[in-house]
Every structure is written in C-alpha cells, then in structure tokens.
C-alpha cells in the first residue's frame, strides 16, 4: 500500500481523495487556532514557563492535549479539514523564544498530532483532512 503521506511538492494523483472531495462539495476548514486556544484558558506553565507563554507551536510538546481538544472542537462541529498547529513553526518566530532549533521538531509533532485526530473522525463516505498552516514571516 502507498504511504499516506507524499514528498513536498508531489503532484497529486487523479484519484487523491482530498481533490475528489473538492469536486464535489465545498470543503470546510477550521477556524483560528490562537484565538481558541484563548477559549481554553491556558497559563504560562501550559507553555513550558513564561519565557514560552503565547507560542502556541510549543503546545504540541508541552500541552498536546490542548492541541487534539482544539483540533476536536472543530471537527465536532463538521469541518472536512483541519490545519497543523504551526502556523509560527518557523525558525525567525521560534527565535523571539530562543528555541529556532526545533522549527522541524515542532512542524512535525503538529502534523502527527493532527493527522491522528483527524483519522479519528474520518469514515470511508467522510474523510478528513489535515493542511499544513504557515505563517507569513515577519
């Protein structure tokens, strides 16, 4: 069986499941990370101390449970795609934190983490999918 992932950049088959999807419906994404991450009342020890409080990256390591309760709340309610909690995953954000270093640690947690939530809700007539999330950079 063919990896369920492809390389970056890949050309999508004909028969990729998130284009065929896409013919027949409008797909439906998630709403604003940082903003729900608000809703869940999280302190700075959530983050890994005060030096980390407000990169919502980091919560995937130290907080994951956060992460799959937001990515839930949106899938609960219908949404076909779900997007990986590294919008800042990138290292000239992760450096405002002093932790550059983990820009591909952290990417690829939120990936996983968001991959396994949404497999968790997906049927044969309903999949759903995950998109990466990139910030603009400053």
């Known amino acids: 069986m063919e990896s369920p992932t492809r390389p970056p950049f890949a050309r999508?088959?004909?028969?990729?499941?998130?284009?065929a999807a896409l013919h027949e419906r409008v797909l439906i994404y998630d709403g604003a990370t940082?903003?729900?991450?608000?809703?869940?009342?999280?302190?700075a020890d959530d983050f890994g101390g005060a030096a980390l409080e407000g990169?919502?990256?980091?919560?995937?390591?130290?907080?994951?449970?956060?992460?799959?309760?937001?990515?839930?709340?949106?899938?609960d309610v219908g949404v076909?795609?779900?997007e990986t909690d590294s919008f800042g995953a990138f290292s000239v954000v992760?450096?405002?934190?002093?932790?550059?270093?983990?820009?591909?640690?952290?990417?690829?947690v939120s990936a996983q983490i968001a991959r396994r939530v949404a497999d968790?809700?997906?049927?044969?007539?309903?999949?759903r999918f995950v998109a990466g999330s990139m910030g603009p950079g400053t």
Request: with cysteine.
């Open 94 to 108: 992760l450096a405002e934190y002093g932790i550059a270093e983990r820009s591909h640690e952290l990417a690829m």
């Open 120 to 127: 968790s809700y997906a049927s044969p007539g309903s999949p």
């Open 80 to 82: 076909d795609v779900i």
């Open 12 to 19: 999508p088959s004909a028969n990729d499941p998130y284009l």
């Open 55 to 75: 990169c919502n990256e980091i919560l995937v390591v130290t907080k994951p449970d956060a992460v799959e309760a937001l990515h839930r709340s949106f899938l």
């Open 34 to 43: 940082g903003t729900n991450f608000q809703l869940q009342d999280l302190h």
